[in-house]
């Protein structure tokens, strides 16, 4: 077993009782973890892992898991026999339980990167995204899979299972993860060719799609049943040269013979423009999406003035724009997290009041732009304000109720202090939340927590280099910032995440 404990701890527990699944995800009836401390592990599934990323290792529709925060003196109460807890402290702490040895080993990350202790396999770091591009393997591989079947941005949609196929059965992806992670092969293919493919959860997509990929609150249709082909802005950004000689090849497949790009030659940092969400082996990379054109203009700053301090990089990058807008109410820390490589991003919710119309005597509070977590399950999110209602915890509150896509409404009284109810709604609830920067990406193939600088400064050297082994001399700045300032006018979007401090 190993676990990796953040500064905010979450309890995931997985029970099977009827009163677990009639509960909603963000309850606060401790009565249920009160029961969780009489049990034994064998009886109910509980792990720490990091903030809001739920580890199943059982099938999800037979168990449902709840989350809750606390200190660490009710954490000592509710934990059942046979677990331990560790508290929370400034430097993430790296446990690693070596079962077969019966001893453990604790390391803080800061110790663990110095020691280069091996604590990522070959398999387990298929989740970290690598700084010269952006992807993870996984990612990178479906790609490659795509490019051989020639389904380039000007060719025509192909069934998505062709390459659902080609990916795990030539590729072996998925198969290194499915028994870790507890989710079988196909899933984790499926899944990650729907979220490189999901208009509403990224700014920029690397792959252009027909069919049901999912929404929120809902999962994708079988790969039977959608179609892909690679997009624009990929094929312009990474696959224009993928196929020449200059770009390094490794025998990392399944069949003999057969060679896999071990980096593509991207001119853009995906991992900072589409955002990374993923695990491995204790390590962590959560980074939110930035918008392409503000990404595009801190390189051509940073090509033309090559000692352009880190701090300037803020006058370029504005802070995360995620798709489904929102307000960021810290702008003032961004600086020292993007400096950190870690940090906690507020976001709240837009609101605007909908006044009484006709024989309607109540005005309604209609958020539109809900906090990415909220828009993944909105009904949850109505259900725990019903259940605040239900406890007059809410005054003014009649009830609240899903709307199109990841808007919600809230019906207030006749007599509701607005001002007031908008207060209690972002204090209770997660409309207005915060978002976790962890940013831990493959440096040198070694994990390494990075500042925003020395991500765009690393990809910058790699891309340089590149371009010198493909013309055979040195670029001019130029050439790079002519290539930049072409592929942001023709991809680039406004921002719709605005910045504030309160």
Known sequence: MKILISEEIRIFSYLKTKQ?????????QISIFEKCRKMTPKQTKTLFYPYSYPYCTENSEDFSFLRASFTVRDRHELLP???????????????QIEQHRQKEEIYTMTEALKKKVD????????????VRDGLTPRQRRILWTMYVRNLSGSAEYENTILTFLDAGGKYGIGEEMSDHLGYGESDLINNTIAQMTQHFNTVALIEAGRGNFGGYGYGPASPRFTEIRISSVAEDTMLRYVNKSYVQYGNDNYISGGKVPLVLPS????????GTDTTADGFVSKIPPHNLGEVID?????????????ECVMDYIQGPDFITGGIVTNKSELEEIYRKGRGQIRIRSKAHVEPPEGRKRKSTLIFRETPITVANDPEALTKWIDMLVWDDALPGVVRAYPMYYAEIGVELKA???IPKVLDLLYQKTELDTVVDYQAILLSGNEPARMSLHSILSEH????????????????TSEEMCRELLAIKEKHAKPRKTEMIDL
Request: charged content about 25%; hydrophobic content about 45%.
């Open 415 to 417: 007599n509701a202090d």
């Open 119 to 130: 604590i990522i396999t070959d398999d387990e770091r298929y989740n970290l995204p690598d």
């Open 460 to 475: 910058l050297a790699f891309y340089r280099d590149f371009l010198q082994k493909k013309n055979g001399a040195a670029p």
């Open 81 to 95: 026999v046979g677990w331990d807890v560790f508290a929370p402290s400034n430097e993430l702490l790296y446990i």
């Open 20 to 28: 677990a699944r009639e509960t909603p995800k963000n309850t606060k």
């Open 298 to 310: 801190a390189m051509v700053a940073m090509i033309k003035d090559p000692d352009l301090p880190p």
């Open 267 to 274: 001119c853009l940092p995906w991992a900072v423009i589409l």
